[in-house]
């Protein structure tokens, strides 16, 4: 079956600090891979995708590469800023009409 | 668009008690789901529609759990009767299902608490 793992958080960063959320999957087939962001009190939201390998998908600073040799799709940003802070969850979607499989989530908490 | 939404944003109840928690997805969207959230097990799909019929209910933790989407622009998850473990965040998504690089749209959830 399908799933995905992430690094256990809390993550805890000082401002302008470099980040990274590690994330592998299994799929049976070639999946379509997703990071989405949780702000507090609030419903999950696209950060970005990418549906092919070595596909970068970037938005608000963050990336991740679609890494088929090795099942990832790391989450980076540069210089991470009090307002990232949010619980991210990796995922993927293997066919066109199944379902995504979530990773746990990881926290992130950015102090000043 | 409003986006996907979903009422009540908090539900309190008692032990015992049925409660109902609606969606109504993007309009033009035919794929709804339904997912819990809790700090113990994280997010768990419950079940999915394509086309309002349901596809996989094998998330859907036993019988007090039932849903239905009796058209294409509303879904309701009832819990009858409901239990304090079931307190949780619900959490509805629809999306374009026709495609595997679409993705799914979530609601704010609706925050219930079983005292």
């Known amino acids: 079956g399908n799933s995905v793992t992430q690094m256990e958080g809390p993550v805890t960063l000082s401002e302008e600090a470099f980040l990274t959320i590690n994330c592998t999957y299994t799929?049976?087939?070639?999946?379509?891979l997703f990071w989405y962001v949780q702000y507090p009190g609030e419903g999950l939201q696209l950060l970005l995708k990418?549906?092919?390998?070595?596909d970068k998908g970037s938005n608000k600073g963050f990336e991740a590469t679609y890494r088929k040799e090795t099942t990832s799709f790391h989450l980076e940003k540069g210089s991470v800023q009090v307002s990232d802070s949010a619980v991210y969850f990796c995922?993927?979607?293997?066919?066109?009409?199944?379902?995504?499989?979530f990773g746990k989530g990881t926290m992130l908490l950015v102090s000043p | 668009d409003a986006g996907v939404i979903q009422s009540p944003r908090h539900e309190v109840t008692e032990m015992g008690q049925e409660v109902t928690l609606r969606c109504k997805p993007i309009?033009?969207?035919?794929?709804l789901f339904w997912y819990r959230q809790t700090m113990m097990r994280g997010l768990e799909l419950l079940i999915y529609?394509?086309?309002?019929?349901?596809?996989?209910d094998s998330g859907m933790p036993e019988d007090r759990f039932s849903a239905k989407m009796p058209n294409a622009s509303f879904s309701t998850l009832k819990i009858q009767p409901s239990e304090p473990r079931d307190s949780a965040v619900y959490f509805c998504?629809?999306?374009?299902?026709?495609?595997?690089?679409?993705?799914?749209?979530f609601g704010q959830g609706t925050r219930l608490t079983v005292v």
């Open positions: 998504a629809s999306t374009s299902g026709d495609r595997q690089n679409t993705e799914a749209f």
């Open positions: 529609f394509n086309n309002n019929v349901p596809i996989d």
């Open positions: 799929a049976t087939g070639y999946p379509s």
């Open positions: 990418a549906t092919k390998a070595d």
């Open positions: 309009s033009g969207h035919n794929s």
């Open positions: 995922a993927l979607k293997d066919s066109g009409y199944s379902t995504l499989t």
